[in-house]
C-alpha cells in the first residue's frame, strides 16, 4: 500500500500511532520486581505467590516493594484524571530504579505501557521516566516466554482448560498468544476454545457496577461458553476478570471455576497441588 | 438468577431501555444473529492481515488530512459545486437545514419527497418536520421504509430494521400494507418495491446522503446495494443532498481507500452494487437527471469536536457500522437503547457533541472499554480513548470548564470525594497496608452485599493474608 501514502502526511491533527513493531526482549536479567496489583494482592494472593515462585524457579531474585498499591487504572477509567495522576505518580516514583517489573495482570501492566503517556501527557519530564517504565514493563506470561525462555517439564495430570485473556491485554499487548504459546509447552494440558473467545467477559472496572444489566449479560454468556468449552477449568491472567468471572459463577451456583493462570502453571511445573 | 431490580425510574436513560432490551429475547437473538454474521462477513473480506492494517492506515492519514484542512476543503467544494452548478446550503442546526430543505421544497410546491438512506437525514428529524408541513416522505431504502413503516427509528446506521427478523417483516407489511403475509425474503422485498417504484415516478423532490463529498472536483459520491439511492437522485425534478462537513475529502484518489475500507468493513463487499457520483444538474444534451441539485452542510455540533485536536478524530467516521457490529453491548441492547440517531460506539462518541452530554450523560460510562470498536474502525478512531476522555469531560466540575457540549452532567462532589479518598489510600503506603490488614483479618465482616455487583455476583471476599504479606514472609529480605 506505501505508494498510496504519497502525501498523506496531515498537519495539526491527530493521526493513529504508527503500528507497534515486534517487542524486542533482553537476556534473563537477575532481578526483578513483582508489581502484584490491587485485584490480586487482596483476592488472589497465592497467585501473586505462584508467580514470584515460577521466576525464582527461573533462577530470578524478585523484589516485591511493600510500598506498591493500585496503579492507577480505576480512577483512570473513570474519568479522573488529578486522582489516577496522584497514584500513578506513587507507582512510578516506587518502580524508578531500571529493573525489569513483572505484572501477573494484562490491564494492569497496560497501564504501564500503554496508559501512563496519557495520564502524564502534560509533563514533557515524567514521560521520560514513564516511557523507561514501559519499556521494562513486562506481563508475567509474556516475561516467562520471551525473557525467561521457559522450558518446562509439566508434571500434571491430563486436563483439559479453557483460556480468557482481558481485552485490554489482549488488544493493547497480544498476551493471549503469549499465554497460549505457554500453555502450548504443557504436554499434558488442551486447551480449548471457546465461543466467542475474544468478547468481553464484562468486567470493564466500573463499568460492571454502573451498567450492571448489560455487564450481567454478558458475564452470564462468557460463563456459559467456558463452561460448555469442554474444559474443566479456565485460567485466566486478569485478576479483575477472574473475580467478575468467579463471583458470577458462584451466584449462579455452578461448580466450573476460573484460577490465576500463575496457580495452574506453578502447580504443573513444581507437582505441587495448591490449597 | 440474579434479582434485578426494578429500575422504573430509569426508562428514560440508557440503563433502562437496556433493562428493556435485555428482556426481550427475540430482539437480542436477532441482534447476536446478524452481528455474528457482520463480523464474518467482514473478517472475510479482510483476509489479509497485512493489506488490512495497511490500508486502515492510510484511510486513517486521509481523513485526518481532510481534516486539518477542513475549512479549506469546504469552501472548494463549495467553489466547485456551485460552478457545476449545484446549489450549497450551510446549516448550523438541524433546525436549520430542515428550514432549508422545506424551503427548497416549498419553491417547487413539492408535495411528496422519497428519500435514500440518509444518516444526516435522520438526525434532523427531516420526516416529522416535513410531515408537520404536509409533505409526505418516503423512505426508499428497504430497511428505512420497513422502520418508517412501523413508526420506529434506525437500530443500525446501515441496517435500519436490523432489529427484526423476516417473520417480523412479513407480519409488519401483512398488518400495515394487508398484503398476505409471507416469509419469502424475495417475496418480502418485491412487496416492498412494487409499492416504492410508482412512488419514484410521482415525487417532486428527491433527498439522499452524502458518503464523501470529493472537494477537487465537486462530486458527491453515494453508494447503496438497492437501486433507490440512483432514483431517488435521477427520478425527481428536484435532488437534495444533505451531509455532515466531515464527509469532505481532497480528491478522488483518496476516495479509492476509503470506499475499499467502507464497503468490505460494513458489508464485507468488495464493492457496492451502486456508486453514484452526482456532479451536478441535468446538463441540455442529458436525457434524464434531476433539473436542480442542492446540497445542504450541515454542521450540528460538529466544530465543537472539531475544535479539540483529540476529539476531532472522532470526525474521521466514515460511517461503516463495524464499531457496533462488534461492540459486545451493542449486540445485546440494539441501537434503540442508546435513545439517539447514532447508536453503538461512534453513538457513543459523536452524539454528545450535538446533543450535549446532559442528555446523553450515560454515553460515555456504557461501555467496558475492550476496544473491540478502535480495532476494527476502517479509520483507525481510538474509539476507547474518546470514551475515556469523555469520562474526563462528564465528571468535570462548572469551575473546570469541560470542553464538550454541556459535560459536567455526571460532576458529584460525592463520588469525587471518594476518589480522593481513594487516592490518599494508595498514597500513602502504610495506611495501604493497614487497610490489607484490616480487610484481610476481619475478611469474615466483608459485606455481603455490595450493591449493583451482587446482582450478577456473590460478593467477592477478601483473601486471608494480602499479597503484601505473603511475598514478605516468603521474600524474607529487605525491601528495596
Ligand atoms: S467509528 Fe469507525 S467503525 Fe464506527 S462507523 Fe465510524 S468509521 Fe465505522
Known amino acids: 500500500m506505501s505508494e498510496l501514502f504519497y502525501d498523506a502526511a496531515p498537519n495539526a491533527t491527530r493521526v493513529a500511532p504508527e503500528r507497534a513493531k515486534p517487542r524486542t526482549y533482553p537476556a534473563r536479567p537477575e532481578e526483578v520486581t513483582l ?63 531500571g529493573l525489569p517489573v513483572v505484572v ?15 495520564v502524564f501527557a502534560d509533563e514533557p519530564d515524567t514521560l521520560k521516566r514513564v516511557d523507561d517504565l514501559a519499556e521494562r514493563t513486562y506481563e508475567l506470561t509474556e516475561f516467562l516466554l520471551h525473557v525467561c525462555k521457559v522450558d518446562w517439564q509439566d508434571l500434571g495430570q491430563p486436563t483439559r482448560i479453557a483460556l480468557h485473556t482481558s481485552c485490554s491485554a489482549r488488544r493493547e ?8 504459546e505457554l500453555l502450548g509447552k504443557l504436554a499434558n494440558v488442551t486447551r480449548l476454545d471457546h465461543d466467542h473467545e475474544s468478547e468481553c467477559c464484562g468486567f470493564g472496572g466500573t463499568f460492571s457496577v454502573r451498567m450492571p444489566e448489560v455487564s450481567g449479560a454478558m458475564v452470564l454468556d462468557k460463563t456459559r461458553s467456558l463452561r460448555e468449552s469442554g474444559a474443566v477449568e479456565m485460567v485466566t491472567a486478569d485478576g479483575g476478570c477472574l473475580l467478575n468471572i468467579n ?21 504443573r511445573v513444581s507437582g505441587e497441588a495448591m490449597s | 438468577m440474579s434479582q434485578r431490580i426494578p429500575v422504573t425510574e430509569l426508562t428514560d436513560s440508557f440503563r433502562g431501555r437496556a433493562v428493556g432490551a ?4 427475540q430482539l437480542r437473538t436477532n441482534f447476536r444473529v446478524a452481528m455474528d454474521s457482520l463480523m464474518k462477513k467482514r473478517a472475510d473480506a479482510f483476509p489479509d492481515e497485512e493489506e488490512r492494517e495497511g490500508l486502515r492506515e492510510l484511510g486513517n492519514h486521509i481523513k485526518a488530512r481532510a481534516l486539518s484542512r477542513l475549512p479549506d476543503l469546504l469552501e472548494q467544494l463549495e467553489a466547485k459545486l456551485t460552478a457545476n452548478g449545484v446549489h450549497v446550503h450551510w446549516a448550523e442546526t438541524t433546525e436549520d437545514a430542515n428550514r432549508i430543505v422545506h424551503s427548497i ?10 428519500k435514500g438512506k440518509s444518516m444526516v437525514s435522520e438526525e434532523m428529524e427531516m420526516n416529522d418536520f416535513l410531515a408537520e408541513r404536509n409533505i409526505e416522505c418516503l423512505e426508499s431504502d428497504m430497511g428505512e421504509y420497513i422502520v418508517q413503516l412501523d413508526g420506529e427509528k434506525p437500530s443500525h446506521i446501515i441496517m435500519p430494521a436490523i432489529h427484526k427478523n423476516r417473520f417480523q417483516v412479513a407480519k409488519l407489511f401483512h398488518d400495515k400494507l394487508g398484503v398476505d403475509e409471507t416469509e419469502d425474503v424475495n417475496e418480502l422485498i418485491q412487496i416492498g418495491r412494487r409499492t416504492l417504484r410508482q412512488k419514484f415516478l410521482e415525487a417532486d423532490v428527491g433527498v439522499s446522503g452524502v458518503n464523501f463529498a470529493i472537494a477537487e472536483t465537486g462530486t458527491l459520491l453515494l453508494v447503496e446495494n438497492e437501486g433507490n439511492g440512483r432514483m431517488s437522485t435521477t427520478a425527481p425534478p428536484v435532488h437534495i443532498a444533505v451531509t455532515g462537513i466531515e464527509k469532505v475529502v481532497e480528491n478522488l484518489r483518496d476516495v479509492v481507500p476509503l470506499l475499499s475500507l467502507l464497503t468490505r468493513s460494513a458489508l464485507g463487499q468488495p464493492i457496492t452494487t451502486y456508486v453514484n457520483m452526482i456532479s451536478g444538474p441535468r446538463k441540455a444534451d442529458e436525457l434524464d437527471g434531476p433539473e436542480e441539485v442542492h446540497l445542504v452542510l450541515l454542521d450540528n455540533g460538529r466544530s465543537g469536536a472539531f475544535a479539540d485536536a483529540q476529539l476531532r478524530q472522532t470526525l474521521n467516521c466514515i460511517r461503516c457500522g463495524a464499531c457496533m457490529n462488534h461492540c459486545p453491548v451493542y449486540t445485546r441492547v440494539g441501537g434503540h437503547t442508546y435513545g439517539e440517531v447514532y447508536p453503538g460506539p461512534i453513538g457513543k462518541i459523536i452524539t454528545p457533541h450535538m446533543v450535549g452530554l446532559h442528555k446523553v450523560p450515560d454515553h460515555p460510562s456504557a461501555s467496558s472499554l475492550c476496544g473491540a470498536c478502535g480495532e476494527v474502525c476502517p479509520v483507525k478512531i481510538p474509539i ?38 481513594w487516592v490518599t489510600l494508595n498514597t500513602s503506603p502504610g495506611f495501604y497496608r493497614l487497610f490489607l490488614w484490616a480487610a484481610t483479618r476481619f475478611r469474615k465482616l466483608a459485606p455481603k452485599n455490595v450493591g449493583p455487583w451482587t446482582e450478577n455476583h456473590t460478593a467477592p471476599v477478601p483473601a486471608r493474608r494480602s499479597l503484601h504479606d505473603l511475598a514478605k514472609a516468603h521474600l524474607n529480605q529487605g525491601d528495596r
Open chain 2, 105 to 114: 421544497i416549498e419553491a417547487q410546491k413539492g408535495t411528496q419527497v422519497v
Open chain 2, 22 to 25: 435485555l428482556a426481550d429475547n
Open chain 1, 247 to 267: 463471583g458470577s459463577l458462584e451466584k449462579q451456583h455452578q461448580a466450573f471455576r476460573g484460577r490465576h493462570l500463575a496457580s495452574f502453571l506453578w502447580e
Open chain 2, 384 to 421: 476507547p480513548e474518546m470514551l475515556q476522555r469523555l469520562r474526563q469531560e462528564n465528571v468535570k466540575s462548572p469551575a473546570e470548564h469541560p470542553k464538550v457540549k454541556d459535560g459536567g452532567a455526571k460532576y458529584s462532589r460525592k463520588e469525587r470525594a471518594l476518589w480522593r479518598f
Open chain 1, 104 to 118: 501477573p495482570s494484562g490491564s494492569c501492566a497496560g497501564m504501564f505501557r500503554q496508559h501512563y503517556r496519557e
Open chain 1, 173 to 180: 499487548m497480544n498476551t493471549h498468544l503469549h499465554a497460549r
Open chain 1, 35 to 97: 508489581f502484584g496489583t490491587c485485584v490480586v494482592d487482596l483476592f488472589f494472593p497465592e497467585a501473586g505467590l505462584d508467580a514470584i515462585r515460577l521466576l525464582e524457579r527461573e533462577g530470578i531474585r524478585v523484589h516485591f516493594p511493600q510500598e506498591q498499591a493500585c496503579c492507577g487504572q480505576p480512577a483512570w477509567t473513570s474519568g479522573y484524571v488529578n486522582e489516577a495522576r496522584e497514584v500513578a505518580r506513587a507507582q512510578l516514583n516506587l518502580l524508578d530504579n
